[in-house]
């Protein structure tokens, strides 16, 4: 066996690898659908919007299947082979949101559905999915992908609960594009986006009260190894 001095470097060695890792950032993808199953003179029957930590990357008439590129973000992942398989879907959500609208019974005015499909990846890199629903402005109703769960958040959201919750092909839908689809296009997407995001970022984006904290976690990340690898080196050379 080795002496006190190969024992306190594996224990040194231990605690780098210990405290060396770092949590990756987290990262969210969302679309935001308008559906009008009647839209009026001008306006389109189908619009959605997609954001990256809550920034605008496209807008996309998909009743005309016209996309506009908000950002350098878009333009970043448009010659991805990804892209083609993303917009494909989204016609797919378009048509199953379409339908979902007009089951509304005892309907006197056209409705108006919106949706926004999230995708979210942690600091963990676990990766969550949910939908929120809501009609003529009023979002109402949430649906978590990953346990199924439906919860009312507004009143006008009970009959689509009602409606849905037992479907099992709506809620089958839900999750496979919400943490399949969505989740394949974060990760995809991220492998370019990361650099854009963290040199786009605004200092101004994080509250002054929350910068001591974040530094005092980081200090401590290093100051605790360094003070325990003091300590053993006292009680073994000491």
């Known amino acids: 066996m080795g002496g006190p001095e190969t024992c306190l470097g594996f224990l040194v060695l231990l605690l780098i690898v210990c405290f060396s890792g770092t949590p990756g950032d987290a990262h969210s993808l969302s679309y935001n659908f308008t559906i009008d199953p009647q839209p009026r003179p001008g306006q389109v029957l189908c619009e959605v919007h997609g954001q990256v930590d809550g920034q605008d990357f496209l807008s996309y008439d998909c009743g005309h299947a016209k996309i506009i590129f908000t950002s350098p973000l878009g333009e970043e992942v448009k010659t991805m082979k ?45 990766i969550s999915g949910s939908w929120q629903f809501g009609l003529n402005g009023q979002m109402s109703l949430h649906f978590d992908s990953e346990n199924g769960h439906w919860r009312v958040d507004h009143p ?42 963290k040199t786009s970022a605004s200092p101004t984006t994080v509250p002054p009260r929350v910068q001591p904290r974040a530094t005092a976690i980081k200090t401590e990340a290093w100051i605790l190894p360094v003070v325990l690898t003091s300590f053993i080196i006292t009680v073994f050379l000491g």
């Open 82 to 126: 990804t892209w083609d398989t993303q917009i494909e879907t989204l016609g797919d959500i378009r048509d199953q949101l379409r339908d979902f609208t007009l089951e509304k019974p005892m309907i006197t005015d056209p409705l108006t559905l919106q949706a926004r499909m999230t995708c979210r990846c942690e600091d963990d890199r676990h």
């Open 156 to 197: 006008g959201g009970r009959w689509m609960k009602e409606k849905w919750e037992n479907d099992r092909a709506v809620t089958e839908f839900l999750k496979k594009v919400s943490m399949g689809d969505c989740r394949a296009w974060l990760q995809a997407f991220m492998g370019r986006w990361e650099k854009m995001l």
